[in-house]
């Protein structure tokens, strides 16, 4: 296994990004319809925060009458700076996949924005490491 690669190997490129303009309604259809789990929040080119899929569902607490799922009634009380992980730790594109994964371990994230300086290159989550440790034993 190859130590010192960049995270940009596995790296998720061209994300989607949502403002803090956007809706809790925006980002609960862009995670579903993407099939994502994370989104970064940006102000301009600058990472503000971090948005997941479990974030929304914590505040998602009614059932419905229908059983289509979880009712929204806190998406219309709340923001995305409200809901959203602030002062987000990023790695930069040439970090090695092994920092990376400490940092992930450490801190126990679930993902984290990729920069190249300070402009947003992509996402690198904890399935990305399995898959990459997978193609790695195969």
């Given at each position: 296994m190859k130590k010192r690669e960049p995270i940009s190997k596995i790296m998720t490129p061209n994300i989607k990004t949502v403002n803090q303009t956007n809706t809790l309604y925006d980002v609960k259809d862009m995670l579903e319809?993407?099939?994502?789990?994370?989104?970064?929040?940006?102000?301009?080119?600058?990472?503000?925060?971090?948005?997941?899929?479990?974030?929304?569902?914590?505040?998602?607490?009614?059932?419905?009458?229908?059983?289509?799922?979880?009712?929204?009634?806190?998406?219309?009380?709340?923001?995305?700076e409200?809901?959203?992980?602030?002062?987000?730790?990023?790695?930069?594109?040439?970090?090695?996949?092994?920092?990376?994964?400490?940092?992930?371990?450490?801190?126990?994230?679930?993902?984290l924005p990729v920069m190249d300086g300070d402009k947003l290159m992509g996402i690198v989550t904890t399935t990305d490491l399995i898959d990459y440790l997978i193609e790695q034993y195969n």
């Open positions: 319809e993407e099939q994502f789990h994370h989104v970064p929040v940006v102000s301009g080119d600058k990472v503000v925060g971090m948005l997941s899929k479990t974030d929304l569902q914590k505040i998602s607490f009614i059932n419905t009458v229908d059983g289509q799922g979880l009712t929204t009634a806190m998406y219309d009380a709340l923001t995305i409200q809901v959203m992980t602030k002062d987000v730790e990023t790695v930069q594109k040439t970090d090695t996949i092994h920092d990376v994964a400490v940092t992930l371990a450490k801190n126990q994230f679930h993902a």
